[in-house]
């Protein structure tokens, strides 16, 4: 079987759009902005102005971290707008042109490794808050599958499929051009779309007691949801330890200075990542502002920033 990559109900844009033209293009969502109330205490200096970010849905480690940082930053006095951006490749063209002032999903040094290369010059990489991240391929506990190393040879017991994320997020890119190729994957498919809908086709598999797998990361709630296992990599294919970044665009630190400082010493351990991700898409049913709100009741942002 001809290895090939399927685009299911998603679609990719080049690096070399106009950024107002990818923005536009990709369905965004703006929320929050001066609308967004918060009684958050943040021990931030007051401020003024307005902060643009941005997420990827989906991509839930820099979700919730983003809606932490739009209640703290509400609450010292910004106005902060969240877009949403489906395709990684346009949100780096958009921080790189300044039309995003920040991006708190930035994994380096492999996964976001082409952005960068590529928009590195136009931006400020402020600092890594968790340095314990890594891409996985997983399976659920019940499969007897253990390393990428078997996963050709039983291809027709996942339907000759790998259930993948969107086509242009890096893990995608990976796992294309560097897993299936080195482990000769050649009687299965990437199948790409979106992380929500990854996500629900592991759930379903799950409830059936099916077999699947999933590119995946970590930290990622689903690991704590479900029994899942991480295949092995003996080739190591998939990277080494990342960390999760922040980044902002050129003259970002210059403008909001006590901003940038507070960035920088921003750290969330995999244990308070996973913790906030559970209270959110588990206790609070996915309810984003609310589920951050319960959460830094028990724990307070200034001691995020200390």
Known sequence: MQRRLIMKGAFGLGAGSAAALA????????EGGSDGSTDVD???????????????????EGVVATELWRQALTGAGYTVNVTEITEAGVLFEALASGDIDVFLDGWLPVTHKTYLDTHGAHLEQLGAWNENAALTVAVPSYVDVNSLTELNDNADLFG??????????????VVLNNTIPAYGMDDLELQTSSTGTMLAELDSAI?????????????????????????????????????????????????????????????????????????????????????????????PFNDLIA
């Open 23 to 30: 923005l536009s293009a990709c369905s965004v969502e703006e």
């Open 42 to 60: 943040s021990n931030l200096p007051e401020g003024s102005g307005t902060i643009n970010t941005a997420i990827i849905p989906g991509w839930d």
């Open 160 to 173: 000759g499929t790998i259930t993948g994320i969107e086509p242009g997020a890096g893990l995608t890119e």
């Open 207 to 299: 409830a059936a007691e099916e077999p699947i797998v999933v590119t995946l990361w970590q930290p990622h709630w689903a690991y704590a949801k479900w029994d899942l296992k991480n295949l092995e990599d003996p080739e190591g294919t998939l990277g080494d330890v990342e960390t999760i970044n922040t980044l902002a665009r050129e003259g970002f630190s210059e403008e909001f200075p006590d901003v940038a400082a507070a960035l920088e010493s921003f750290k969330l351990s995999d244990e308070q990542l996973a913790g906030l991700e559970q209270v959110v898409f588990d206790e609070h049913d996915g309810d984003l502002e609310g589920g951050v709100s319960a959460w830094l009741e028990d724990n």
